[in-house]
């Protein structure tokens, strides 16, 4: 205890000292190029002490940190911060603003007078529903060697042929032309159905791999496309989920596809989260360092100790818990998939904390936000969104779809916790207090029970 008792003195002394000092974090540089109308100091100094930029007066937290915006003009811009005897010199160059006069015009789509035979290249390769390389368009992710029917191209998309009435696209660069003759349509030649404690497992005969998209809903359906004897082509599969769907999964094994619908586990009330497999993902680490809060503190470290201890609390609650990292190390974003997936995990929690662009305001931007993919994990997120910002008082940020690598994993409810803005000055003097990072995990844990024992199942 005396030993903790010290380290927690010393721990506190030098964050005294780091915030007696004028350090700006961001920009990273004295001299820098920014192409926005505005950007942002972000740092921390000496609250006793009036702290200026160009002349105007900071507002600087009582720990220490600041956010300051600044507009820019086209060409050189100099800043000079000054607090007390210390004073720090910015120059940022902004780009010359070029004024577009013309008509945008979109890239066409060229179709072709023949189909075209290609296949996947690589594993997880997206099939998306416009060709745009971002946002909520995923409709599946192929394995290598699915073949795929080609009619036509838009920039670097080409588009492909599902049925007469269904077509998306995928991405050049993840397919390789076939050199021979066009594919014929695949057979289903039967369906096999057997469970076991965890799963409903089902198994689709094919003699060849083709295109297929799994969709969420009270019927969870299933698609295998250029499928002949059925009509337009397209095999559908559909299976009743009785309350909340809970993760699943579905793949090639050779030409055989295998799917795995994940069983709701029976809970007790007493104890809700006893036996349940959980993977806790601590952001960054190592060379990814996140982003920078105003006093210093590195994201990845921030993100560690709420990890660690949220890992406490579940496993006092009965959990099986799993940490994708537990020191300071690279990870990336497909290892921590893999390795939750490799855990048969039930949930999946990454933790970070967030930050901004350029030509935003740290100041009006605050509070926890959680992002989600698919729609199975939205109810765990706003059990856990409900609870943090309840308990631990941070802003509602909102629960947002967002297309994360993280959060693209079906196997388990996976979602991405932005629990407060390391920039803005009073957000980020939460998260370094060491209260307030166990406070956090204990709404976070109490949010995962609720979602066990409150909604509809």
């Given at each position: 205890?005396?030993?903790?008792?010290?380290?927690?003195?010393?721990?506190?002394?030098?964050?005294?000292?780091?915030?007696?000092?004028l350090?700006?974090?961001?920009?990273?540089?004295?001299?820098?190029t920014?192409?926005?109308?505005?950007?942002?100091?972000?740092?921390?100094?000496?609250?006793?002490?009036?702290?200026?930029?160009?002349?105007?007066?900071v507002?600087?937290?009582p720990?220490?940190g600041?956010?300051?915006?600044v507009?820019?003009?086209?060409?050189?811009?100099?800043?000079?911060l000054?607090s007390?005897?210390?004073?720090?010199?910015?120059?940022?160059?902004?780009?010359?603003?070029?004024?577009?006069?013309?008509?945008y015009?979109?890239?066409?789509?060229?179709?072709?007078?023949?189909?075209?035979?290609?296949?996947?290249?690589?594993?997880?390769?997206?099939?998306?529903g416009?060709?745009?390389?971002?946002?909520?368009?995923?409709?599946?992710?192929?394995?290598?060697?699915?073949?795929?029917?080609?009619?036509?191209?838009?920039?670097?998309?080409?588009?492909?042929?599902?049925?007469?009435?269904?077509?998306?696209?995928?991405?050049k660069?993840n397919?390789?032309?076939?050199?021979?003759?066009?594919?014929?349509?695949?057979?289903?030649?039967?369906?096999?159905?057997?469970?076991?404690?965890?799963?409903?497992?089902?198994?689709?005969?094919?003699?060849?791999?083709?295109?297929?998209?799994?969709?969420?809903?009270?019927?969870?359906?299933?698609?295998?496309?250029n499928?002949?004897?059925?009509?337009?082509?397209?095999?559908?599969?559909?299976?009743?989920?009785?309350?909340?769907?809970?993760?699943?999964?579905?793949?090639?094994?050779?030409?055989?596809?295998?799917?795995?619908i994940?069983?709701?586990?029976?809970?007790?009330?007493?104890?809700?989260?006893?036996?349940?497999?959980?993977?806790?993902?601590?952001?960054?680490?190592?060379?990814?360092?996140?982003?920078?809060?105003?006093?210093?503190?590195?994201?990845?470290?921030?993100?560690?100790?709420?990890?660690?201890?949220?890992?406490?609390?579940?496993?006092?609650?009965g959990?099986?818990?799993?940490?994708?990292?537990?020191?300071?190390?690279?990870?990336?974003?497909?290892?921590?998939?893999?390795?939750?997936?490799?855990?048969?995990?039930?949930?999946?929690?990454?933790?970070?904390?967030?930050?901004l662009?350029?030509?935003?305001d740290?100041?009006?931007?605050?509070?926890?936000?959680?992002?989600?993919?698919?729609?199975?994990a939205?109810?765990?997120a706003?059990?856990i969104?409900?609870?943090?910002?309840?308990?631990?008082?941070?802003?509602?940020?909102?629960?947002?779809?967002?297309?994360?690598?993280?959060?693209?994993n079906?196997?388990?409810?996976?979602?991405?916790?932005?629990?407060?803005?390391?920039?803005?000055p009073?957000?980020?003097?939460?998260?370094?207090?060491?209260?307030?990072?166990?406070?956090?995990?204990?709404?976070?844990?109490?949010?995962?029970?609720?979602?066990?024992?409150?909604?509809?199942?």
């Amino acid at each position: 205890m005396k030993i903790k008792l010290i380290f927690g003195l010393i721990l506190f002394s030098v964050i005294t000292q780091q915030c007696l000092a004028l350090d700006v974090v961001y920009p990273r540089k004295n001299q820098v190029t920014i192409n926005s109308a505005s950007t942002f100091f972000i740092g921390s100094s000496d609250a006793a002490l009036p702290l200026t930029v160009n002349g105007e007066n900071v507002t600087v937290h009582p720990s220490g940190g600041f956010a300051y915006v600044v507009n820019l003009k086209d060409g050189k811009n100099t800043f000079v911060l000054q607090s007390g005897d210390e004073i720090k010199t910015y120059i940022i160059e902004k780009p010359v603003s070029k004024t577009y006069t013309g008509k945008y015009t979109p890239p066409p789509l060229v179709e072709y007078s023949s189909k075209k035979n290609y296949y996947t290249a690589y594993d997880g390769a997206p099939l998306r529903g416009t060709p745009i390389d971002s946002g909520i368009n995923r409709l599946s992710h192929f394995e290598k060697d699915v073949p795929l029917l080609i009619d036509g191209e838009k920039s670097n998309f080409y588009r492909v042929v599902l049925n007469d009435n269904e077509k998306a696209w995928i991405a050049k660069t993840n397919v390789k032309a076939f050199e021979g003759y066009l594919n014929s349509p695949a057979t289903v030649s039967g369906r096999t159905f057997t469970e076991d404690d965890k799963y409903y497992i089902f198994t689709f005969n094919l003699d060849q791999k083709t295109p297929y998209v799994m969709s969420e809903g009270p019927l969870f359906t299933l698609k295998f496309y250029n499928v002949k004897d059925y009509p337009d082509n397209t095999y559908v599969f559909t299976f009743p989920i009785q309350g909340k769907l809970f993760g699943y999964q579905g793949n090639y094994d050779g030409n055989n596809f295998i799917l795995k619908i994940r069983k709701y586990p029976k809970i007790d009330n007493n104890k809700p989260l006893k036996g349940r497999v959980i993977t806790i993902d601590a952001g960054h680490g190592g060379t990814e360092i996140g982003t920078i809060g105003c006093c210093g503190h590195k994201e990845k470290d921030i993100n560690l100790a709420i990890s660690q201890y949220l890992e406490q609390e579940l496993q006092a609650r009965g959990a099986v818990v799993y940490m994708t990292r537990r020191i300071d190390n690279n990870l990336g974003l497909k290892e921590r998939v893999e390795y939750a997936n490799g855990k048969d995990s039930e949930l999946l929690i990454s933790i970070h904390a967030n930050a901004l662009p350029d030509g935003a305001d740290p100041n009006k931007h605050s509070g926890t936000s959680i992002f989600y993919y698919y729609n199975q994990a939205k109810p765990l997120a706003d059990k856990i969104l409900a609870e943090v910002t309840t308990q631990v008082g941070t802003s509602d940020d909102k629960v947002r779809q967002g297309s994360l690598a993280l959060v693209r994993n079906t196997n388990a409810l996976s979602i991405l916790i932005e629990v407060a803005y390391m920039i803005n000055p009073e957000d980020n003097a939460k998260l370094i207090n060491t209260e307030f990072q166990k406070q956090c995990a204990k709404s976070i844990a109490d949010g995962i029970e609720k979602y066990f024992t409150e909604s509809e199942q």
